[in-house]
């Protein structure tokens, strides 16, 4: 592990094992932060490289729990309490959704009907590129003229729902992202995308958005 | 008032004696000889008081012939995609091997993937080396670039008839559309590749047409009802799923025409899959693709289908193929399937005429992969 600077987030409160990723500083100490941009922790004595043992670690999380609380929690954590007393536990029926609405209401919340809006934009934008892309015999490196649509038209028998398995063929775990670049690779004759490339994520964007829904049956579509 | 069974008996007697007697001594003992495959091919079961008997005609096929069919093979140029190429050729070694040879090949449409010159140049050169005749049928892939230009420089009409042993044969061009083209000026390439795309969903409906329907009209008024008609055509003449145009928009039109006739197949393409459907007296084969197979649609598949497994992604073969055509005697249709990576499958007039209850084609058990 390098000595460059990074910073913990913790993501939830209750998790078990934090992930210490120490800050190089002069002293022997290491801070934490969370995702909220605000609430800190200072660990005495715990040098850079170090792994705190478990008891410790649960003694950590609950502390940011504290500061986390403090700072701007508590209003938020209050009004989760309550509406995990009123409402009924998933899938929601329309009876419950109904029940858990007058308490969802009027709870203060920092996000608009705009950030929905930019959200919702933001996730069409990368399902249209998806959907060109799974149109396109060469947007995804493809080399011979065939495009995913050809075998898959409106993302018919790409069944995500069905991954994660076992891909006898591959003789491996297969996720849905693993069989998109199987078919780059073969039937479209392309080179296999790294992971986190834009174009093999809007694909996977498209299809699970296409196939959001839809019912597990092996075989059948 | 309800008849009983003994005068329905004189009733049906009658008739078959008053057909009998309309007949030569020649058409007699043809008809004799043709009963029992009459009867099972129109899938009339048994017994029935008087047995029904399809009386034929002189001019049907007395004895089975057989032709092949070559359909969807999408060519892209050699120097872009030899995966297509190498299936069409292997289509052409099958038939080639075919012994005896077929009395002729129907080549189904989309020779070409995107009706490039030189996509329907070499699939015509590729066709050249069948042994036996070859009528060519035309596609929307063949279409759309230049809307029929090379098409017909090649291959010549593309809508026609012919009569072969008996049976009256007619290819049709059922992927007409509305011009979508013309208003938003549209390339001819970006014409093409909208109709390409099959899950477009601005894409237009297939149509024979009306003045294809005139032409269809004028040319069976001169055939006699009893003249069994293949009818070779790229859409399916009925409808099953408009979203990916497994359909044509005036279907119920052209099968208003067949109807008359008591002995109608039709052979299309389009669909990659097996399919078979019946409606009335015309009985509907689809035809494989060489290239690559089609899944199901989510909606429209007729009952009288038996589904081919989801074909495998790792075999580049599964679910494609060529087959043929086995014209029975009395002009019935027994359509094989020939599945490169699986047992061939026949689907027989029997099954069709019984509506499924006779000769069912074997169903695939279902895989998970």
């Given at each position: 592990?390098?000595?460059?600077?990074?910073?913990?987030?913790?993501?939830?409160?209750?998790?078990?094992?934090?992930f210490?990723?120490?800050?190089?500083?002069?002293?022997?100490?290491?801070?934490?932060?969370?995702?909220?941009?605000q609430?800190?922790?200072?660990?005495?004595?715990?040098?850079?490289?170090?792994?705190?043992?478990?008891?410790?670690?649960?003694?950590?999380?609950?502390?940011?729990?504290?500061?986390?609380?403090?700072?701007?929690?508590?209003?938020?954590?209050?009004?989760?309490?309550?509406?995990?007393?009123?409402?009924?536990?998933?899938?929601?029926?329309?009876?419950?959704?109904?029940?858990?609405?007058?308490?969802?209401?009027?709870?203060?919340?920092?996000?608009?009907?705009?950030?929905?809006?930019?959200?919702?934009?933001?996730?069409?934008?990368?399902?249209?590129?998806?959907?060109?892309?799974?149109?396109?015999?060469?947007?995804?490196?493809?080399?011979?003229?065939?495009?995913?649509?050809?075998?898959?038209?409106?993302?018919?028998?790409?069944h995500?729902?069905?991954y994660?398995?076992?891909?006898?063929?591959?003789?491996?775990?297969?996720?849905?992202?693993?069989?998109?670049?199987?078919?780059?690779?073969?039937?479209?004759?392309?080179?296999?995308?790294?992971?986190?490339?834009?174009?093999?994520?809007?694909?996977?964007?498209?299809?699970?958005?296409?196939?959001?829904g839809?019912?597990?049956?092996?075989?059948?579509? | 008032?309800?008849?009983?069974?003994?005068?329905?008996?004189?009733?049906?007697?009658?008739?078959?004696?008053?057909?009998?007697?309309?007949?030569?001594?020649?058409?007699?003992?043809?008809?004799?000889?043709?009963?029992a495959?009459?009867?099972?091919?129109?899938?009339?079961?048994?017994?029935?008081?008087?047995?029904?008997?399809?009386?034929?005609?002189a001019?049907?096929?007395?004895?089975?012939?057989?032709?092949?069919?070559?359909?969807?093979?999408?060519?892209?140029?050699?120097?872009l995609?030899?995966?297509?190429?190498?299936?069409?050729?292997?289509?052409v070694?099958?038939?080639?091997?075919?012994?005896?040879?077929?009395?002729?090949v129907?080549?189904?449409?989309?020779?070409?993937q995107?009706?490039?010159?030189?996509?329907?140049?070499?699939?015509?050169?590729?066709?050249?080396?069948?042994?036996?005749?070859?009528?060519?049928?035309?596609g929307?892939?063949?279409?759309?670039?230049?809307?029929?230009?090379?098409?017909?420089?090649?291959?010549?009409?593309?809508?026609?008839?012919?009569?072969?042993?008996g049976?009256?044969?007619?290819?049709?061009?059922?992927?007409?559309?509305?011009?979508?083209?013309?208003?938003?000026?549209?390339?001819?390439?970006?014409?093409?590749?909208?109709?390409?795309?099959?899950d477009?969903?601005?894409?237009?409906?297939?149509?024979?047409?009306?003045?294809?329907?005139?032409?269809?009209?004028?040319?069976?008024?001169?055939?006699?009802?009893?003249?069994?008609?293949i009818?070779?055509?790229?859409?399916?003449?009925?409808?099953?799923?408009?979203?990916?145009?497994?359909?044509?928009?005036?279907?119920?039109?052209v099968?208003?025409?067949?109807?008359?006739?008591?002995?109608?197949?039709?052979?299309?393409?389009?669909?990659?899959?097996?399919?078979?459907?019946?409606?009335?007296?015309?009985?509907?084969?689809?035809?494989?693709?060489?290239?690559?197979?089609?899944?199901?649609?989510?909606q429209?598949?007729?009952?009288?289908?038996?589904?081919?497994?989801?074909?495998?992604?790792?075999?580049?073969?599964?679910?494609?193929?060529?087959?043929?055509?086995?014209?029975?005697?009395?002009?019935?249709?027994?359509?094989?399937?020939?599945?490169?990576?699986?047992?061939?499958?026949r689907?027989?007039?029997?099954?069709?005429?019984?509506?499924?209850?006779?000769?069912?084609?074997?169903?695939?058990?279902?895989?998970?992969?």
């Amino acid at each position: 592990m390098t000595t460059t600077a990074r910073k913990v987030l913790l993501g939830s409160a209750l998790a078990g094992a934090v992930f210490v990723l120490p800050v190089a500083r002069a002293s022997d100490d290491t801070s934490v932060s969370l995702c909220d941009g605000q609430s800190t922790l200072t660990i005495p004595g715990l040098k850079a490289g170090e792994e705190l043992p478990p008891q410790r670690a649960r003694q950590v999380a609950g502390d940011m729990m504290q500061v986390w609380r403090q700072n701007a929690g508590e209003v938020r954590w209050a009004s989760w309490k309550a509406e995990a007393a009123t409402a009924a536990p998933a899938p929601v029926s329309p009876a419950a959704t109904q029940a858990a609405a007058p308490a969802a209401q009027g709870q203060p919340t920092k996000f608009t009907k705009r950030d929905q809006m930019l959200w919702e934009r933001e996730e069409k934008k990368w399902v249209e590129e998806g959907y060109k892309a799974f149109h396109n015999a060469k947007a995804l490196g493809g080399t011979i003229g065939i495009s995913c649509d050809m075998c898959h038209p409106d993302t018919t028998n790409t069944h995500p729902e069905t991954y994660p398995k076992f891909q006898v063929q591959t003789k491996k775990v297969a996720l849905l992202r693993d069989m998109i670049n199987w078919c780059i690779e073969n039937p479209l004759k392309g080179k296999p995308l790294e992971e986190n490339d834009p174009a093999l994520r809007a694909v996977e964007a498209y299809i699970l958005s296409a196939r959001k829904g839809v019912a597990l049956a092996p075989g059948k579509h | 008032m309800k008849k009983d069974r003994f005068e329905k008996y004189l009733e049906e007697r009658e008739a078959y004696f008053g057909r009998v007697q309309g007949l030569g001594r020649r058409d007699f003992i043809k008809a004799a000889g043709l009963v029992a495959a009459a009867a099972t091919a129109s899938g009339k079961l048994l017994p029935h008081s008087f047995q029904p008997v399809d009386v034929v005609h002189a001019d049907a096929p007395d004895k089975s012939f057989r032709f092949a069919y070559i359909s969807d093979s999408h060519l892209y140029q050699k120097s872009l995609n030899e995966r297509f190429v190498r299936a069409i050729l292997k289509a052409v070694d099958d038939v080639n091997a075919m012994s005896p040879q077929p009395d002729f090949v129907l080549y189904g449409g989309d020779l070409a993937q995107l009706g490039q010159p030189g996509e329907l140049g070499e699939g015509a050169q590729i066709l050249k080396a069948l042994k036996a005749k070859t009528y060519m049928m035309v596609g929307e892939h063949d279409w759309y670039l230049d809307m029929g230009d090379k098409w017909r420089a090649l291959f010549g009409k593309d809508t026609y008839s012919f009569d072969h042993k008996g049976v009256h044969m007619i290819v049709l061009n059922s992927v007409i559309v509305e011009d979508y083209w013309t208003g938003p000026k549209l390339s001819p390439m970006d014409r093409m590749l909208a109709m390409a795309q099959l899950d477009n969903p601005n894409g237009r409906p297939f149509t024979v047409g009306d003045a294809q329907r005139d032409w269809l009209k004028n040319d069976l008024a001169k055939v006699k009802p009893d003249t069994p008609i293949i009818v070779f055509s790229h859409s399916p003449l009925y409808k099953i799923y408009k979203a990916w145009n497994f359909w044509t928009d005036d279907a119920e039109q052209v099968q208003a025409l067949l109807a008359p006739f008591k002995n109608v197949t039709v052979i299309h393409g389009h669909t990659h899959q097996m399919l078979s459907n019946r409606v009335g007296n015309i009985h509907f084969h689809g035809m494989l693709s060489t290239a690559w197979p089609w899944p199901y649609a989510p909606q429209g598949l007729p009952k009288l289908t038996v589904r081919m497994n989801r074909t495998d992604p790792f075999d580049e073969l599964d679910g494609c193929g060529d087959g043929w055509i086995d014209v029975l005697p009395g002009g019935h249709v027994d359509k094989s399937y020939n599945l490169w990576s699986r047992n061939p499958v026949r689907v027989s007039a029997s099954y069709l005429g019984s509506d499924g209850t006779l000769d069912r084609p074997a169903a695939e058990t279902d895989v998970n992969y």
